[in-house]
């Protein structure tokens, strides 16, 4: 199983990004789709996940701002983040639950500048 993660780059504060993670390879029906993030000398962070029948949750510090979405004929999932803030810059990972165990994609960096 193979992620790949785009959409990262440097954005202003306030403004918005949108993540990508397609999953391809031998896939046994994806649970969950997400994003964790992690920033310098912090923990880990998941930021959203959702399942394939579209329920999603999100981390109380992205809630109202971020959406996350996925195209579960492309095994694609999405990630708008609204309104980013300078706490918001990290490495963000996506990663997937399926069938056979979790997977995690490389890292795409968010910058966000004041």
């Known amino acids: 199983v193979q992620l790949q993660a785009s959409g990262g780059g440097l954005v202003q504060a306030g403004g918005s990004l949108r993540l990508s993670c397609a999953a391809s390879?031998?896939?046994?029906?994806?649970?969950?789709m997400g994003w964790y993030r992690q920033a310098p000398g912090k923990q880990r962070e998941e930021v959203a996940g959702?399942?394939?029948?579209?329920?999603?949750t999100y981390a109380d510090s992205v809630k109202g701002r971020f959406t996350i979405s996925r195209d579960n004929a492309k095994n694609t999932a999405y990630l708008q983040m609204n309104s980013l803030k300078l706490e918001d810059a990290a490495v963000y990972y996506c990663?997937?639950?399926?069938?056979?165990?979790?997977?995690w994609g490389q890292g795409t960096l968010v910058t966000v500048s004041s």
């Open positions: 990663f997937i639950v399926e069938g056979r165990g979790s997977h």
């Open positions: 959702i399942t394939g029948d579209g329920f999603a």
């Open positions: 390879g031998t896939i046994f029906s994806i649970k969950v």
